[in-house]
C-alpha cells in the first residue's frame, strides 16, 4: 500500500509538471489539440517530452495510451480531474479565492486557517486577483460561495436605492 501511495505521488508530480509545460508552450498545446498531426508524430513527440522529464513508466504509458486513441487534446482536464480525485482522497478541500488586490503570504496562511476551522479539514486556496472587484474577496468552496466584495456591495446598495425611488 505504502509503495502505491509513493507511486501516486510520483504520477501526480509528473502530471503537473506536464501541466506546467502545456501551459507554457503553445508549441504543446498545438501538438495536443490539432487533428492534424498524425497518431505517431503525438505519441513520438510526447514519448521524448516524458523521457527527457523522467517521468515515472505508468505516466509515460498513459501518455501513450491517450495519444493511440487521439484523446490528447482531453489531457488538461484529465490531469484536472486527476488532482481534483487526488485532493478528495486526501481529505483536502479545493478553495476558490478572487481578491481584488495580491495577499501578503501572512494574508493568505490567515484564510487558509480559517477556511480550514470553517471547513472541519485542510484546504488549498487557489487564489487570483480580479481588480474589477474593488476590494474584499469572492471565496468559493464546493458549491458555496461567498461574495464580501465592494464590487457586490454597490450593487446590492444601488439595487436598494432604485427600489426606493420607485417606490417613492
Request: zero cysteines; glycine letters at 4%.
Given at each position: 500500500?505504502?509503495?502505491?501511495?509513493?507511486?501516486?505521488?510520483?504520477?501526480?508530480?509528473?502530471?503537473?509538471?506536464?501541466?506546467?509545460?502545456?501551459?507554457?508552450?503553445?508549441?504543446?498545446?498545438?501538438?495536443?489539440?490539432?487533428?492534424?498531426?498524425?497518431?505517431?508524430?503525438?505519441?513520438?513527440?510526447?514519448?521524448?517530452?516524458?523521457?527527457?522529464?523522467?517521468?515515472?513508466?505508468?505516466?509515460?504509458?498513459?501518455?501513450?495510451?491517450?495519444?493511440?486513441?487521439?484523446?490528447?487534446?482531453?489531457?488538461?482536464?484529465?490531469?484536472?480531474?486527476?488532482?481534483?480525485?487526488?485532493?478528495?482522497?486526501?481529505?483536502?478541500?479545493q478553495a476558490k479565492v478572487e481578491t481584488a488586490y495580491v495577499l501578503t503570504p501572512a494574508q493568505t496562511k490567515q484564510l487558509e486557517e480559517q477556511l480550514a476551522a470553517a471547513m472541519g479539514s485542510?484546504?488549498?486556496?487557489?487564489?487570483?486577483?480580479?481588480?474589477?472587484?474593488?476590494?474584499?474577496?469572492?471565496?468559493?468552496?464546493?458549491?458555496?460561495?461567498?461574495?464580501?466584495?465592494?464590487?457586490?456591495?454597490?450593487?446590492?446598495?444601488?439595487?436598494?436605492?432604485?427600489?426606493?425611488?420607485?417606490?417613492?
Open positions: 500500500m505504502a509503495t502505491d501511495l509513493k507511486v501516486i505521488d510520483k504520477v501526480e508530480k509528473d502530471l503537473r509538471e506536464l501541466q506546467n509545460m502545456i501551459d507554457s508552450s503553445a508549441d504543446l498545446q498545438s501538438l495536443l489539440e490539432n487533428p492534424l498531426v498524425n497518431r505517431d508524430q503525438q505519441q513520438k513527440a510526447l514519448q521524448a517530452i516524458a523521457s527527457k522529464a523522467g517521468f515515472q513508466k505508468l505516466t509515460s504509458q498513459f501518455i501513450g495510451v491517450l495519444a493511440e486513441n487521439r484523446r490528447l487534446a482531453a489531457l488538461p482536464a484529465i490531469i484536472a480531474a486527476f488532482n481534483d480525485e487526488l485532493t478528495k482522497s486526501r481529505g483536502v478541500v485542510n484546504v488549498t486556496l487557489n487564489v487570483s486577483v480580479n481588480k474589477d472587484l474593488l476590494g474584499g474577496m469572492i471565496v468559493t468552496v464546493g458549491s458555496r460561495m461567498v461574495d464580501d466584495s465592494v464590487k457586490r456591495k454597490l450593487e446590492r446598495l444601488r439595487r436598494a436605492m432604485n427600489a426606493g425611488e420607485k417606490a417613492a
